[in-house]
């Protein structure tokens, strides 16, 4: 008896052990872990290199100071630059980052700058054309701004001159911001005959980025661009407002920028109200064209332009600033939403952009308790697809509880100063774009039903109802149509009574009784991406069907090449 007590007692130590031992492994790892990293911020901080911290690099990597290979140590996102823990101030003291400005040569050219070892593993030598990075060792050179890359041996072969490389027209050369900063009287035409020397072509971009939209790929993204453009090009929005980020246009030749946002439908409004800034500023010279590269939940204005309903990485950095070589200038209506309160007669009416659309009902319900909960637990809302399964569940709770009902008795609807009778709704959406809901065409609608087109351009927005949250995901699957309201250029809408949620372009709140105004705003020049070119030469049928680009052109709407 005594024995058997024994060997339970054994079995449950052991058991014990086992489950104890790998949690104290684990949290003396974590803590070790936050104490390096809260070490090494400070140096980072003040490091002239973009260094990113890795616990495990995951392919095979060595330190450009030793030579040894890697496993935990930090790369520079800027010139590539990989070093173990130990090499990490040597590194930053002997290795030279990517110049941001510098002069040029006597004769106007730039030099490569070369880094050496961790090339490409699929890349080729320019001089030899035999493949590099086959060799586990640091004998192969890639040089940070042309991105050419080349074999030890052959190194003495390649010409001093740096072109650039492919992306020329899109990179601000080190030597032209040099050449802006010398300047005594900075003036538009000055920067045009700056601009001379950086081709003819020259139309530099600007990418800013925020990290915190949908899937959370900006972090990733950032270190990319920064690594093919002029790290100055590169905008990290959770640590400068657009704003600021946009006042490097005006050191550039009017009319030549783009600005690249990798965000949401919400980072892209923000994006548009600090342009709308310069304008007020007087800088309307200087006004960048806009494009998207969508890491939102939605991304329903990046769908209607063409660029997709969502990035996750399924093509390179490079192939996307081809895209934007390539893409169209169209010209977008901007709504002004002017929101006043019953009875207050003395404050001001709240007044917000509209690009997307507004809406008051069980999608603005959805988006509003969606918006509550990722404020309170904003780590749980990494996901594009838990993201869209949290909206999911919202719907299918308002499909029980049908909180929006009755919404015909209670608000009053204007079209062109025309009364609208209303059926009845529990919804009714004011559309700008051809997208809605993350992804769903909703005024054309399904089957042969004739409707009006849409156009980006032509001052209309189009009106819906909608019976409830079953009837929203019904019209998703295409299994139903919105109750078409009518189009206007002027839209009024009077909530008589009761609390209602609200959103306009995702940003949700609830309001009391008021009295809605949407009217013309302004116009932004966005990139329109059609359905001719394509992400990948090489990869024919395969990109198309892969690559969202069912979005037909807005009708209607003036493009040019960009």
């Not at 001052?459 to 309201?485: D, M, T, W």
Request: hydrophobic share 35%; aromatic share 8%.
């Amino acid at each position: 008896m005594s024995s058997e007590a024994g060997d339970e007692w054994s079995l449950l130590l052991w058991t014990s052990l086992a489950v104890v031992v790998p949690v104290i492994i684990t949290l003396w790892c974590s803590v070790q872990r936050a104490k390096r990293k809260m070490h090494m911020r400070e140096f980072f901080r003040k490091s002239k290199h973009g260094w990113h911290y890795m616990d495990l690099f995951t392919k095979p990597t060595y330190c450009c100071v030793c030579e040894q290979h890697v496993l935990q140590g930090a790369f520079c996102q800027c010139c590539g630059v990989c070093a173990d823990d130990d090499c990490l101030r040597p590194a930053d003291r002997r290795l030279r980052c990517k110049d941001i400005m510098a002069p040029a040569r006597a004769d106007g050219a730039m030099d490569h700058r070369w880094v050496r070892g961790n090339v490409p593993l699929a890349s080729y030598c320019s001089v030899c054309q035999q493949q590099c990075g086959s060799q586990p060792k640091l004998c192969d050179f890639r040089c940070v701004w042309c991105q050419k890359t080349v074999h030890d041996d052959c190194l003495s072969e390649v010409p001093d001159q740096c072109d650039l490389g492919e992306f020329r027209s899109l990179i601000i050369p080190p030597h032209y911001l040099n050449h802006v900063n010398k300047l005594r009287r900075r003036h538009p035409d000055e920067y045009s005959k700056l601009a001379e020397s950086c081709g003819s072509n020259w139309t530099p971009v600007l990418v800013l980025a925020n990290t915190r939209s949908g899937n959370n790929m900006g972090e990733v993204l950032l270190g990319e661009f920064r690594s093919v453009l002029n790290p100055v090009q590169v905008f990290d929005l959770s640590q400068l407002n657009p704003s600021k980020a946009l006042q490097l246009c005006t050191l550039l030749p009017p009319g030549s920028v783009r600005v690249l946002v990798c965000g949401g439908d919400g980072t892209v409004g923000w994006v548009l109200d600090a342009i709308d800034t310069m304008k007020l500023k007087g800088q309307d010279q200087f006004i960048p064209r806009v494009t998207i590269l969508p890491l939102g939940t939605g991304n329903d204005l990046s769908n209607t332009l063409g660029w997709g309903a969502g990035y996750a990485g399924e093509i390179p950095v490079e192939q996307v600033l081809r895209n934007v070589v390539d893409a169209e200038v169209v010209r977008m209506d901007r709504w002004k939403v002017q929101v006043a309160s019953k009875g207050a007669y003395f404050r001001k009416p709240k007044v917000l952009s509209m690009n997307n659309y507004f809406s008051v009902g069980p999608d603005a319900l959805m988006a509003l308790s969606f918006h509550t909960h990722r404020e309170k637990t904003p780590s749980f809302f990494s996901s594009r697809i838990i993201n869209k399964a949290v909206y999911f569940l919202y719907g299918t709770k308002d499909c029980l509880v049908q909180e929006c009902k009755d919404l015909d008795k209670r608000i009053e609807l204007e079209l062109d100063g025309e009364r609208i009778a209303l059926p009845s709704l529990e919804g009714i959406i004011v559309c700008n774009i051809g997208y809605w809901g993350g992804g769903c065409r909703l005024w054309e609608g399904m089957g042969n039903d004739p409707c009006p087109p849409t156009r980006l351009d032509d001052g209309l927005l189009e009106v819906v109802g909608v019976y409830g949250s079953f009837h929203c995901a019904q019209i998703q699957v295409k299994l139903a149509n919105p109750v078409r309201l009518g189009q206007a250029h002027t839209v009024r809408l009077v909530l008589k009574s009761s609390k209602m949620p609200m959103q306009v372009d995702g940003e949700p709140w609830a309001q009391g009784p008021c009295t809605i105004t949407i009217t013309h705003k302004t116009q932004a020049l966005m990139l329109y991406h059609s359905a001719e070119q394509t992400d990948d030469d090489s990869s024919g049928s395969e990109t198309e069907s892969n690559t969202p680009h069912d979005s037909p052109r807005p009708p209607g709407s003036s493009s040019t090449r960009a």
